[in-house]
């Protein structure tokens, strides 16, 4: 191609037609000009399909932390229905007055005493925002929820850390004070396989015991008082959960969307 026009240029030079030679020369400049265009737009082109690329990688690896999620908040609402639901039968045997089967009140107390935080999966946007990734999504709307989400998530660890300490000031520091709690599983069982599984021999051999502690610490004014507030903030983060999961299966439906066109 090049060789064609050097041959055109030189014949109109040894021909002298300096007017034939002037317009050859501008259709010589305007296909540079249009070669060096199409190159940077093919270019272009390139940049935006590998921009695309990689957004759409981000946004699968997202959809995958947002499924584990949403199993997640399916784990902790389920705890966390049980826990109210124990947390209320305690308190319904504190309202009567006197604990009278010591095994059913240690199996419901174990649940109650325990505990369960929600660690949400944030590997992938955390990832971006410290990256400065997350300008990649160009879903304005996606990339608002993803915002929203994560502050969801800072209000849920908020709302937690309320009720541990309402928990260990109200329930913990009152329920060790009285109850032979260590007493009441295997401890070989605990050590090896950290499982809580009930001595019922020692539990037998102390049963008299036992239930005066019980009815000693159903009795006390402050642990009655805890138990009412514990049974409130676990009806209330269950509504946090339930309100974050719609968000959560709300955006693994945007991004499934974005992922496809």
């Known amino acids: 191609m090049l060789r064609f026009f050097r041959q055109i240029r030189q014949k109109l030079i040894k021909e002298d037609n300096m007017k034939k030679y002037f317009w050859y020369a501008i259709g010589e400049v305007f296909l540079v000009v249009i070669g060096i265009l199409i190159a940077l737009q093919i270019n272009n082109w390139n940049i935006d399909r590998q921009t695309r690329n990689e957004e759409k990688t981000y946004l699968t690896n997202l959809n995958r932390d ?4 949403v199993r997640l908040l399916d784990e902790i609402l389920e705890y966390n229905k049980e826990n109210i639901t124990t947390t209320a039968y305690i308190s319904d045997i504190a309202e009567q007055g006197k604990v009278e089967d010591i095994y059913l009140f240690i199996s ?3 649940t109650t005493m325990g505990g369960n935080n929600f ?3 944030q590997n992938t946007f955390e990832e ?3 990256s400065g990734k997350l300008s990649l999504i160009t879903n304005e709307y ?8 994560d502050e969801q998530f800072i209000r849920i660890e908020g709302g937690e850390a309320h009720v541990q300490r309402e928990y ?41 015991k036992l239930l005066r ?5 159903l009795g006390n004014s402050r642990f009655k008082n805890g138990l009412y507030l514990y049974e409130l903030n676990y009806v209330y983060l269950n509504s946090v959960f339930k309100e ?15 992922i496809a066109e």
């Open 244 to 258: 974050t999961k719609t968000m959560v299966e709300e955006l693994i439906e945007q991004i499934d969307q974005e």
């Open 128 to 130: 971006m925002k410290s």
């Open 66 to 69: 947002l499924q584990i999620n």
């Open 168 to 208: 260990e000031e109200y329930l913990w520091d009152e329920f060790v004070n009285v109850v032979s709690y260590g007493d009441y599983f295997v401890r070989k069982t605990f050590r090896e396989k950290f499982e809580l599984t009930i001595d019922s021999a020692f539990i037998e051999a102390n049963e008299q």
């Open 142 to 149: 996606i990339k608002q929820r993803l915002l929203a989400l």
């Open 119 to 121: 660690t949400p999966n």
């Open 108 to 110: 419901n107390i174990g």
């Open 213 to 217: 502690e019980a009815n000693q610490i």
